[in-house]
């Protein structure tokens, strides 16, 4: 494999505590028991980027993203401490994404204006309904009330590129509902819109005692609607899950649905990274938060093969509502586009994919429908 052109790079920042654990999430997150050691885990994010440094060093960092856990819980100076931090070690470009996941019952008053201070720069507020009947069946710890007092506050921060995260397909959810809780959400003005169904993830509290949900043409009629929704208000779908306004597209994960590069800080946390000689290392980091803190930090590396890379690349570019080039595919892997050529036309034979201009491909509606078959197509040979 030959040296590449580097992807942009980002930077992941997990900060694991939560208030309360979600019984549908499987994400790695802790609920508190006290007081969190952001200071003592501010220190040891730090000492984490010292550990990579050198496999990134004089690239200059495009996007940041706080998540989590809850990162809105993390006091504002131990944000802008981990930010000037990052400065020190890293050209920082001038026009940076900063995004902290907030949860509207871990907002206190004033903490958005403290966090722009700090450097943030983007919000992404996970709502997942205004109903309060709803929250309470996916084990949320805020109401409707603190959800929109959480959007005023970012109104009188001043930060107005912000998103909100909805969920649909939630227990007793009605089609009705879920286009109510969408206008609502479309009256807050958000700068982007993440719109997810609800799944029952293994290792999670609902996997194990699976709720009532709704059927899948009740989903479907549900998704069907919002695009008709957010498409007269002037948002536009760039990603299977993703909708923004023109210009407000979220950066940091486009970097991942792209195959770019990113550090992974914190417990639990995974970066790519794409090296000099055109090499592509993974990094995983212990989960567990007392473990990663102790300071044995890095639980494993790997370094994908040919086959590995085909799949990575077309897990997240077939993600994207305008596609991928063949091209970027090569500059992205080091892989010669023959490699997919052929899966992508027999994707094409059932109107999974198109190629709207040549060596441009695409998702159909059909392919985004069925996303996981698509993707399953590129899975390395004997894992399909």
Not at 14 to 19: F, G, T
Not at 188 to 214: I, N, V
Not at 365 to 377: P, S, T
Request: with cysteine; glycine share 10%.
């Amino acid at each position: 494999m030959g040296p590449l052109e580097r992807p942009p790079l980002g930077v992941y920042v997990h900060l694991p505590w939560c208030v309360r654990k979600c019984p549908y999430c499987d994400f790695n997150s802790h609920e508190l028991r006290g007081e969190a050691p952001f200071a003592a885990y501010v220190d040891a994010l730090l000492e984490d980027l010292g550990q990579d440094l050198p496999l990134v060093e004089g690239r200059a960092v495009q996007t940041v993203f706080f998540g989590g856990g809850t990162p809105s819980l993390c006091p504002p100076e131990q944000v802008g401490r981990f930010l000037d931090g990052l400065a020190r070690c890293l050209p920082v470009a001038t026009d940076v994404e900063v995004t902290l996941e907030a949860n509207p019952g871990a907002v206190e008053r004033g903490r958005f204006s403290e966090l722009a201070a700090a450097g943030v720069n983007r919000i992404s507020l996970g709502v997942q309904s205004f109903q309060p009947a709803l929250l309470r069946a996916i084990g949320r710890i805020h109401d409707d009330r603190e959800a929109l007092a959480a959007i005023g506050e970012l109104a009188a921060a001043g930060i107005d590129n912000f998103n909100i995260d909805l969920m649909y397909g939630l227990p007793g959810q009605s089609v009705p509902d879920a286009a109510a809780d969408l206008r609502r959400a479309l009256e807050a003005g958000p700068a982007h819109l993440s719109l997810y169904q609800l799944t029952l993830e293994p290792g999670t509290a609902f996997f194990r005692r699976p709720p009532q949900l709704p059927d899948e043409d009740a989903c479907w009629e549900m998704e069907r609607e919002a695009a008709d929704l957010l498409e007269a208000a002037g948002f536009r779908r760039y990603e299977v899950s993703a909708w923004a306004r023109p210009g407000a597209a979220c950066r940091h994960n486009l970097n991942y649905w792209l195959f770019g590069d990113y550090l992974g800080l914190g417990a639990g946390a995974h970066g790519k990274l794409t090296l000099a000689d055109g090499r592509v290392l993974r990094r995983r980091r212990r989960r567990r938060p007392a473990g990663w803190l102790e300071g044995e930090r890095l639980e494993g590396e790997e370094w994908p093969d040919a086959d590995a890379l085909v799949f990575e690349f077309m897990l997240n570019a077939l993600r994207l509502v305008e596609g991928f080039s063949l091209e970027l595919f090569a500059q992205r892997t080091g892989l010669a586009a023959g490699r997919v050529g052929p899966r992508l036309e027999a994707a094409r034979s059932q109107g999974l994919v198109e190629e709207p201009t040549p060596g441009f491909w695409r998702p159909t509606a059909l392919g985004r429908r069925f996303l996981n078959d698509l993707q399953g197509r590129f899975l390395p040979p004997g894992e399909g």
